[in-house]
């Protein structure tokens, strides 16, 4: 392996640029941001080189030091470099980059900017941590540094009570599914014997039955750490909370890295799952796309339509793991993570623009205030959507046909319909911000955003345009020794006239969707649904009420479990046990001091009895 | 001998310089003076003549082997640490900067001839270079009355220790003629049930129990720790003690082995009521220099824990406590010096508000605790894991073991307690009276990073250090 120290630098850069700023450069804010930028920049042209010094499929593709052995457990820190992560560090540190950026112009008017970009650092250094790991040891760490970056993220504007509560409900969620995981963990390494992903890989391939009748439990209880970091029913609740916190934050994290790494590990973990567990994980992500897709529906928060967006997609991905399929999933992921981005970051320009204005029905008319947020979302839109020939289509379509390979007509059913509710929410969502007439004083006042938003947008629109066919899912598929073959140019735009009843429900969907949303909302002036859907729209709005149930049920037994525990703690644990343990202590102590009295007479008798006393000790036996 | 001339000539030179120098410019020898230490350290590293690694000199009185090269380091670092401490000291002296700084430097010479003392004459001798220097720091302040009347319990209990020592070694002279360590090793076994030998020894350990504060000789730190400039504390509490270290184990482990090996019950109880004393007394303190007078204690009985253990493991971990403890002992002083310079008391209070004034401050203050306490990863830790280890092996041979390792642990948690109460008093006091912000010289800056540096290297990579502390201590493996 050539130039094996860049992987290192890479990972390292954001963390010393988080060090740096919390340490020395918390009161100058553009020092800070610049350190934090570069950091990730520099993290984007490194990768670059090694690639292109080592190519994507080296023959050595770990590097691996010592952390720690005690006994039998050998936990090593170490760096898997193959396709896989490769990808996903050019994801992390490009989309991440054009994000750091972005910030840059969205941030300026901010006073903790220094802050922002220490936490961004944090978060840049954990994902890549995850990304890289070759053993669950450390992912697992990694996994829970996301976990508390993403908590510092969300409720970084902590004087807001709304912004404190989404960040806790994001942190405690995930440390839900983070439980099993970590069971999950323990439950492999018990059986056997190792968290390297190599070994790992090594002793399933020869021995498919090592996990032996575990095997579905096991693999479940690792996919519930994927369920809580990529929002998977029923832990879907927090990521739609979650955007609370600034803008490019929910753009970088809940779009584009952090909601994707559960995917990403069930992708590097995949040999660990047995038939069955994998079916419970697509019909779960099936789920989920659905759900989330009809809530989405009828949500009226750009940045909400956009979350439930993004729980939908990833119930794609999910999906598309459990019909055993990696490659679509992670070309799913690699252009979600293109044209998510794009999206967030064009409804951040909006919400600039309209100082703070978050609901949809009080924008219309901005495509002629703001020409290039406008392109570059409608390229976004049309890549979501799956219109060919944009990278969601390449994309989609791949799953659709690994559907239908797995003969699973019932997730294909649910694909398609999650498809053209894709494309329905996603232009009401456009043309009642974008099109139309203003609504309001703030949405004719609105303004472009500067030269340093805009930028990163279009960096991004270009690969939701052409990320489909530029040999991102050729590289996945000889990850997972899949197709041999690497296609031309030419080959990939036309790949899906391989399966062409895939493709043709695929069009059909976007085309129901699209007009079926160019005739309800063109020239609305309210939202229209409500009174032809009634309670279903009611209950699509309020997002099928699971945080209502959850409140009544698990959130009102923990409270209660929590009061007994209190009380044992206070009465039993505090008082009886360490009140009489302290109190005595504390006598004692004040005891003792009485001999100190500070008069000199007293210690030199006190010296000459502890001569004595030393003397009889040793010799009076 | 070369580094001990050198000590002793930067010592006049520094005296005389209060001559020469204007009013003005007296902080100028006080880092003159670290910057000379700092040179001696670092030849002390290089082997360049200064440190030979082997040798006697004296008819055998001065000794030149691992264990004193290792405590001369540790004495030129806690000097260096003490006078960075003194400069911003000295706006509180009334008079005689430069002799506060000479002073120190002479102390420093005693330790040093302390750490290489294989002879009870060289014993006494340095140990009254040691003391009676710093009967003189303690009392310095000479305006203020607590400070003289630290001094004046400090002389006249000092004095009474020394008379001990000194009849001790009279009595064990007298009853085998042998001074020189290792002639007395060769014979002591002869002595082992001679009454009058044994409380000979005995004499001398109550002298070296004093000087280490350890139970019941402790009763003078507190007030001492107390009244005397931060300075002088700092250095009592790291300099004094660890030369009373390095003596009772060339006492303990060269000369007298034999006897030693049936005082093992001895060394375990001492050792376990100095934790106890300590820690419940430094419970109800709110003065933070007695606290940390009381906390000196405990810890000079942790430190006990490696000489009850009689093994090498138990006194390569003492040393490596020793080094934890010096960084960790000189942050807290240097915190306090700074904090209490327009304050007439040392109260927790003055500590309130300080994450405000001066963030790096309030951060080595809690490093400081939470390395005292013993939490991971500072050094406090490392030190007290490798201690009670060195205690549990002894285990099997003698079921006290158990019990002193019980009783440490036992005084670490009551430690929490008060260690955080400082931590609390700092960043949670209810109103802070004066909230304006503490500027910091650079000079003391790279004190204080230099003591956070340390805490952390010897918590997070433990090896190189131990190494150092396992070779010192193979000295009496032999």
Request: aromatic fraction near 14%.
């Amino acid at each position: 392996m050539k130039l094996e120290a860049l992987p290192w630098i890479i990972l390292f850069l954001p963390l010393l640029a988080t060090a740096v700023i919390t340490l020395f450069t918390l009161r100058c804010r553009t020092k800070s941001s610049l350190i934090s930028i570069s950091a990730v920049v520099a993290g984007f042209i490194l990768s670059l080189v090694y690639i292109h010094a080592n190519g994507w499929h080296s023959e050595h593709t770990e590097t691996s030091r010592t952390w720690l052995s005690i006994g039998d457990l050998h936990a090593d820190f170490g760096l898997k470099l193959d396709a896989l992560s490769l990808m996903m560090l050019l994801i992390v540190t490009g989309v991440g980059g054009a994000i750091h950026i972005y910030s840059f112009g969205y941030m300026h008017e901010d006073k903790s900017m220094a802050r922002f970009f220490a936490f961004l650092s944090l978060f840049t250094f954990s994902m890549l941590g995850i990304v890289l790991s070759n053993n669950f040891l450390q992912m697992f760490i990694f996994w829970e540094l996301v976990g508390v970056s993403s908590y510092l993220l969300i409720g970084f504007w902590f004087e807001k009570p709304s912004a404190g509560d989404a960040a806790k409900k994001a942190f405690i969620t995930n440390r839900l599914g983070d439980f099993g995981f970590l069971l999950g963990i323990l439950m492999v390494w018990g059986l056997l014997g190792s968290l390297n992903f190599g070994v790992l890989e090594a002793v399933m391939t020869t021995n498919p039955a090592a996990l032996g009748c575990c095997a579905t439990l096991a693999g479940l209880l690792i996919f519930c750490g994927a369920m809580g970091k990529s929002a998977q029913f029923p832990l879907h609740v927090w990521l739609a909370d979650a955007m609370e916190g600034p803008t490019p934050v929910s753009a970088l994290i809940h779009a584009a890295t952090m909601v994707a790494a559960g995917v990403y590990m069930l992708c590097r973990t995949l040999f660990l799952f047995d038939a069955n567990a994998l079916h419970v994980i697509a019909y779960i992500g099936g789920f989920t796309a659905l759900l989330a897709a009809l809530i989405a529906v009828q949500q009226n928060d750009i940045k909400r339509i956009l979350a439930y967006s993004t729980l939908s997609q990833l119930g794609y991905m999910v999906m598309a793991v459990g019909l055993a399929g990696p490659t679509p999933a992670m070309f799913h992921l690699t252009t979600h993570a293109f044209f998510k981005a794009l999206l967030f970051l064009g409804a951040g320009s909006v919400i600039h623009g309209l100082h703070e204005e978050q609901n949809i029905w009080k924008m219309g008319g901005l495509k002629k205030k703001m020409p290039v947020t406008f392109w570059t979302f409608i390229l976004g839109t049309l890549a979501l959507s799956g219109v060919p020939p944009f990278s969601g289509f390449y994309s989609k379509d791949s799953i659709f046909a690994q559907a239908l390979h797995q003969h699973n007509y019932v997730l294909f059913t649910v694909a398609v319909l999650v498809a053209a509710l894709t494309t329905f929410y996603m232009f009401r969502l456009f043309f009642v911000a974008f099109l139309g007439e203003p609504r309001t004083e703030q949405a004719r006042h609105a303004h472009e955003s500067p030269k340093v938003m805009t930028l990163p947008l279009l960096a991004l629109a270009v690969f939701a345009v052409i990320g489909g066919f530029i040999g991102i899912a050729g590289l996945y598929g000889a990850q997972f020794h899949l197709e041999g073959e690497s296609l031309t140019l030419a080959q990939q735009f036309l790949e899906p006239l391989h399966a062409p009843f895939a493709l043709a429900c695929g069009l059909g969907a976007v085309i129901i969707g699209l007009i079926a949303a160019f005739i309800l909302y063109k020239k609305a002036a309210t939202d229209p649904l409500p009174a032809r859907l009634g309670w279903l729209s009611r209950a699509m709005r309020d997002r099928f009420y699971f945080d209502e149930i959850y409140q009544a049920t698990f959130i009102r037994a923990h409270d209660f479990i929590a009061s007994v525990c209190d009380l044992f703690d206070r009465w039993i644990v505090e008082g009886a046990c360490i009140g009489l343990v302290r109190g005595g202590t504390d006598l004692t102590g004040r005891a003792l001091r009485l001999a100190q009295t500070g008069n000199l007479q007293t210690y030199a008798l006190l010296f000459a009895l502890g001569v004595a006393l030393v003397l009889y000790f040793a010799l009076g036996k | 001998m070369t580094l001990e001339v050198c000590v002793m000539a930067l010592g006049v030179v520094l005296m005389l310089a209060d001559f020469w120098l204007p009013a003005d410019r007296k902080k100028f020898a006080g880092y003159a003076a670290v910057a000379a230490l700092a040179g001696l350290l670092f030849l002390s590293f290089g082997g360049c003549g200064c440190c030979s690694l082997s040798g006697t000199a004296f008819n055998g009185m001065f000794v030149e082997d691992g264990l004193a090269v290792f405590f001369k380091r540790f004495f030129l670092i806690a000097a260096i640490l003490v006078l960075f401490m003194a400069v911003e000291f000295s706006d509180r002296i009334a008079g005689g900067v430069s002799e506060y700084y000479s002073l120190i430097v002479f102390a420093l010479s005693g330790m040093l001839f302390a750490a290489s003392a294989n002879d009870f004459t060289m014993l006494f001798v340095s140990i009254e270079l040691i003391t009676i220097t710093f009967y003189i720091l303690t009392s310095f302040q000479r305006g203020r009355l607590v400070s003289l009347e630290a001094g004046v319990k400090y002389l006249i209990l000092g004095a009474l220790s020394s008379s001990f020592l000194v009849f001790g070694i009279a009595l064990v002279w007298g009853t085998t003629g042998k001074l020189n360590f290792n002639e007395l090793a060769a014979v002591a076994a002869q002595f082992e049930s001679n009454k009058i030998f044994l409380i000979g020894v005995l004499f001398i350990l109550v002298g070296l129990g004093f000087k280490i504060a350890a139970f019941p000789f402790q009763i003078w730190a507190p007030d001492v720790y107390q009244g005397a400039p931060t300075p002088t504390t700092a250095f009592l509490a790291v300099g004094s003690k660890a030369a009373g270290f390095v003596l009772l184990l060339r006492v303990l482990f060269t000369a007298v082995p034999t006897v030693t090996a049936h005082w093992a019950n001895l060394l375990i109880v001492i050792s376990g009521i100095t934790i106890l004393y300590g820690n419940l007394c430094a419970l109800p303190q709110r003065n933070l220099k007695r606290l940390l007078g009381y906390s000196s204690i405990a810890h000079a009985g942790y430190l006990l824990l490696g000489v009850a253990a009689l093994s090498t493991s138990g006194q390569s971990a003492l040393l490596y406590y020793l080094a934890g403890y010096l960084f960790t002992v000189c942050a807290a002083f240097t915190v306090i010096c700074l904090v209490t310079r327009h304050l007439d008391n040392d109260d927790l209070s003055a500590l309130a508000g300080l994450n405000r004034r001066s963030p790096l401050l309030a951060a080595t203050m809690t490093l400081a605790m939470v390395s005292l306490a013993g939490i991971p990863p500072l050094a406090g830790f490392f030190g007290k894991f490798l201690l009670l280890k060195s205690v549990l092996e002894q285990g099997a041979a003698n079921p006290g073991y158990y019990c002193l390792a019980f009783t440490a642990l036992a005084g670490v948690v009551i430690s929490f307690y008060y260690y955080f109460g400082v931590i609390r008093a700092i960043y949670w006091s209810k109103a802070a009276a004066d909230v304006s912000p503490i500027s910091l010289s650079g000079p003391i800056k790279v004190a204080l990073w230099i003591c956070i540096a340390g805490m952390f290297w010897l918590g997070l990579f433990p090896s190189k250090a131990l190494n150092l502390a396992t070779e010192a201590a193979s000295v009496f493996a032999k």
